[in-house]
């Protein structure tokens, strides 16, 4: 989960080593004298230093001794001192080989007594490590059980986390003595990766599974939710209740998970399979809409896959700080507070692509699971992959064109800071695991295996996969043979240098015709570094032949395994347009050398995203009338990022205008409705003050309201005022937003108060800009009104209660008003606003928050 976008420096240092001699040569060490009798001469051998080698870092599978069979948790809490109370009775076996001792995670504890089929048991516990005794040695076939009566303090273990899953507490209490007004007061778990052993003993890794109950015991006003079915929910007394949570298929620990809260349970169905949708009453109209198509999913996935949905149940939970964007336990997804809004904030909006990726997860994390974290992009790769399928299915291959677009450049620009192969036996921790390459490349690696051996070979892969290790740990050679049982093919290449090699190519390409032979000339070069990349890809690839305007192009299909390959094609003419990876699913940077009239034939003749957005893009730099003809061709595009992109890219004309004043009223799509707005507004032509008006009094969706308004300020500042006031009382985000700049561009003081009501309602990324503004309108106030501002802002800074959103924003604004202090010749008030910085980054508790803040106050 990013909180900002970070600038990285690279510092490339090369080392030459120039060598002289070497091997099995002697030295003559002679005195510096003119004349030297020969027998003086002293010779000695070279004394050649050994070379030292070292294996690589390898971080192996964890070892299975003991194979644990079922978990059952009795569970109650004190909210006070945030302790969970605990009993544990786990039963084993041993894997393989013979045993008398028992090793298990237990972070945090204090143990009240430890037993073995009901005898006590000696133990050794330390370094979050218990060692048990068992009292005698058991076979392989031999069952026993182990009880542990313990008290969990998560939250007072020292913790690190991760950029994904920024907090290794495991459980977690939110506002547990109701002190932040507004907020909820909630428990929830994150095991992910080996952190539920904060609250429950296990063996805490990937490649274990067991079955689980879990008997809660919690106030009568709270709701809960656990892995499995609800079967029993009995009174206690005393406004206490007991759930009991039954979980009968097997799962790994890190999949455990609890929410408790005082939720409302919207309930949904599939093929008479219960679903459930939990959310803060506020939002119990909008649940569906923030699950959207959840139903559906189930349903594409199952027969995509070839393998009905294998669990008894699926609820989706909403809770607030999550430590991460969501998390795939078991029948039961946790989800950050980001994704829940109201439903006219959702138009166009929506959050199917994470509902997807954590629902594809019950097939691949949760019924397989990867066996190590090395391996981790068994799991995150296919969960990755599932929303370019869900795109594909629900809105068409434009859209999922697009969502592979941004997925391969984010993975080619963290790819810039260092690669490493896709299964990373050599990570330095295993939270590193879960970046790009995991995710982005994971996917978009699956995307090129389904092109390479054709869709209907790729499902009947997946199914055989998923068939054959259900329940199981897997690694990438469990795919392979799946996918090579089924294809016939040798897959071994592909699988070497796309999973177990690091980097991907960068290929040059240039197209060309012979006319004496009449061919079409293809020539490609991979270009990557040798040293920190395979030196050769093999990439098959289809290229695509444009001999007229307006016919189907002739397609030909090759395979590159050189670094440098000409490839000839027979054509009856001079082609108007050659296209190499016409599909468009290589993992690579590629660079042309297209001319304008080529890019103009491609926008108009070639079919996918991919291919007009290049062409665009391409074209948008530049301003000759055909290639303005055909910016203003895609303002008619039928996907929106097209028609958006080209109301940014068009030459603002007296004759382009009514086009986007159209746009901003009838396109179909609110984000392309919002930006042609906006352009309105920056025209400051008055004739669109009606358009803006409409905006806000009529649509629907939140963000062209808000860019309405937005447009508005640019337009008539009075009028802006005006509809500024009557929405002050909104909480969308946007429109808060929209609301202080007019505010923060006025000057007017007496607005402060609204940014200070309104600083619970933001969050997201939407809260930075809020604050931001806050500070920039205490500037009219001078020296005093800032540091009001400051003194403000500073407590939610402090706060480790509020989101890390609110937090990163207030120590951001005050880095704001710090700089201007700097700059302004204040020293005093900047020294003062560096101590707060510093005491800031000293209190908080999130790692990456406090990296963030390192380049403040400077």
Known sequence: MKLQNNIWFFILGLLFFINGCKGPAEVIEVEPTEERDLSEIVIKPEVEEEEEYKLPIYNESYRR??????????LSFDWEKQHVLGKAWLDFKPLFYATSSLELDAKGFDLHKVQVNGKDAKYDYKNEILIIDLG??????????????????????????????????????????????????????????ENNSAWFPTIDKPNERTTQEIYLTIEDKYKTLSNGLLESSKPKGNGMREDYWNMDQPHAPYLFMLAIGEFAVVKDDWNGMLVEYYVEPEYEKDAKAIFSNTPEMLTFFSDYIGVKYPWKKYSQVVVRDYVSGAMENTTASIFGEFVQRHERDLIDNHNERIVAHELMHHWFGDYVTCESWANLTMNEGFANYSEYLWFEHKYGRDAADYHLRGEQQGYIASSQRGAHPLIHFGYNDKEDMFDAHSYNKGGAILHMLRKTIGDGAFRAGLTKYLNENKYSAVEAHDLRLAMEDVSGQDLNWFFNQWFFEQGHPRLGVEYGYDAARKEAVVSLTQRQNPSKNPPIFVLPMAVDIYLEDGKAPIRKMITMNERTQEFKFKVDAEPKLIIADAEHYLLAQMTEDKSEEEYIFQFNNAPLFEDRMTALEMLSNSNSTAAQSIVKKALKDDFWAIRNMAIDAIALTEDIMPTIENMAKNDPHSQVKSTALLILGESGNTKYISVAKNAIENERAYSVVAAGLE?????????????????????????????????????????????????????????????????????????????????????????????????????????ELYNVFKNDGDTESAMTLKKYIQEITEAEEMGQLKQMYGSFGR
């Not at 001794?65 to 009795?74: A, F, G, Q, R, S």
């Not at 899953?165 to 459980?171: A, H, Q």
């Not at 005022?721 to 561009?745: M, P, W």
């Open 711 to 815: 447009a508005l300020i640019g337009l008539d500042m009075d009028k802006a005022k005006t509809y500024a006031s009557k929405l002050e009382n909104e909480d969308n985000s946007g429109i808060l937003a929209a609301v202080a700049t007019l505010y923060a561009s006025s000057g007017d003081l007496s607005k402060m108060s609204f940014f200070e009501n309104k600083f619970s309602k933001v969050d997201g990324f939407g809260a930075v800009r809020f604050m931001t503004t806050y500070v920039g309108l205490s500037m009219a106030g001078g020296k005093d009104k800032m540091m009001e501002a400051v003194n403000t802002l500073k407590p939610m800074a402090l706060n480790m209660s509020e989101s890390p959103y609110r937090r990163y924003g207030a120590t951001n604004a005050i880095n």
């Open 136 to 193: 005698k040695e058991f076979k392989a076939s031999e069952k026993y059980q182990v009880f542990i009566d313990y008290t969990a303090k998560p939250n007072e273990r020292k913790y690190g986390g991760s950029s994904a899953i920024t907090s290794e507490k495991g459980l977690f209490f939110i506002n547990p003595k109701g002190e932040v007004a507004g907020k909820p007061t909630q428990i929830w778990t994150q095991g992910e990766t």
């Open 65 to 74: 001794t003991n194979d644990l069979l079922h978990t059952k948790l009795e």
